[in-house]
């Protein structure tokens, strides 16, 4: 790949994400949420994050930019919100959220109770290594992410990709050649919050981590910021 310049954009604030936080604090071992994965909406905190990335994406974007996205409906709402219906998007179904298979809807607490060989299993595997029946582990997305950069288009200077958070985060292990542990501190201290921008250059030889999670559009549009860390609910 020879794009000079990446922009990863984590969703606006989602209705799962208020859904988990409710289930949290509410200490429920299920999450209320109204939809499959790929099919959950922005919330409308989160589509007005959308149009105050939009702004400020539009004042920075070239005109030849190339526009990812994941196929989850939460990340193209994002991006349209953003940009408007007629912007080309790219819909790639490698930078989809992390699966969590049998861990899926259940919070921290529902996976220990419901199901607790699941949960040794996750404790002796470790949060990078271990992939739950009928889901992925943090390892195979890092294995899309790399199939995705592989076949970036070659005559393009700037990318920006609108996915999830586990997906940015692990763009960044892939790009800043992380090690298992730096990921896991990486996790433990820099949240990616909804609608903010990662920003990475490449300067021929490796990449530099110019941005994280940036949203000081949504301090100039008067709106809160948040951060709601979605795969950590089943991952604590």
Same mark, same amino acid.
């Given at each position: 790949m ?12 989602? #209705? ?8 949290? /604090? ?6 209320? $949420?109204?939809?499959r ?5 922005? !919330?409308?905190? *989160? ?13 920075? +974007?070239?005109a030849?930019a190339?526009? @990812?996205?994941?196929?989850? =409906?939460?990340?193209v709402?994002?991006? =349209?919100?953003?940009?408007?219906e ?14 969590? *298979?049998?861990?899926? =809807?259940? #919070?921290?607490? *529902?996976?220990?109770?419901r199901? %607790? ?15 739950? %029946?009928?889901?992925?582990?943090w ?19 700037? $990318? ?7 997906v $940015? !985060? ?6 800043? =050649?992380m090690?298992e542990?730096?990921?896991a501190?990486?996790l +433990?201290?820099? %949240?990616?919050?909804?609608? !903010? $921008?990662?920003?990475?250059? @490449?300067?021929?030889?490796g ?11 949504? /301090? ?11 795969? /950590?609910?089943?991952?604590?």
């Amino acid at each position: 790949m020879t794009a000079r310049t990446l922009l990863l954009i984590r969703h606006g604030e989602s #209705t799962a994400n208020v859904a988990a936080a409710a289930a949290e /604090a509410a200490g429920a071992e299920v999450i209320a $949420v109204e939809a499959r994965d790929p099919d959950v909406s922005l !919330s409308p905190l *989160g589509e007005l994050q959308a149009g105050a990335l939009g702004a400020r994406l539009r004042a920075a +974007l070239p005109a030849d930019a190339v526009l @990812f996205s994941s196929p989850y =409906r939460r990340a193209v709402q994002t991006a =349209r919100f953003a940009l408007g219906e007629e912007v080309p998007l790219l819909l790639d179904e490698r930078l989809r959220d992390r699966e969590l *298979g049998i861990l899926d =809807r259940l #919070t921290a607490l *529902g996976v220990e109770r419901r199901l %607790p060989l699941e949960a040794e299993r996750r404790r002796w595997a470790g949060k990078f290594y271990y992939r739950p %029946p009928g889901g992925e582990a943090w390892t195979d997305v890092a294995l899309r992410i790399r199939s995705f950069l592989r076949d970036l288009p070659a005559d393009r200077g700037t $990318v920006v990709v609108f996915a999830h958070d586990a997906v $940015v !985060s692990l763009f960044l292990y892939v790009l800043l =050649r992380m090690s298992e542990a730096q990921l896991a501190e990486h996790l +433990l201290t820099h %949240p990616v919050a909804n609608a !903010s $921008v990662t920003e990475l250059t @490449f300067d021929g030889s490796g990449w530099t981590l110019q941005a994280f999670a940036d949203d000081e559009h949504l /301090a100039a549009a008067g709106l809160p910021a948040t951060e709601h860390p979605g795969q /950590a609910r089943a991952d604590a």
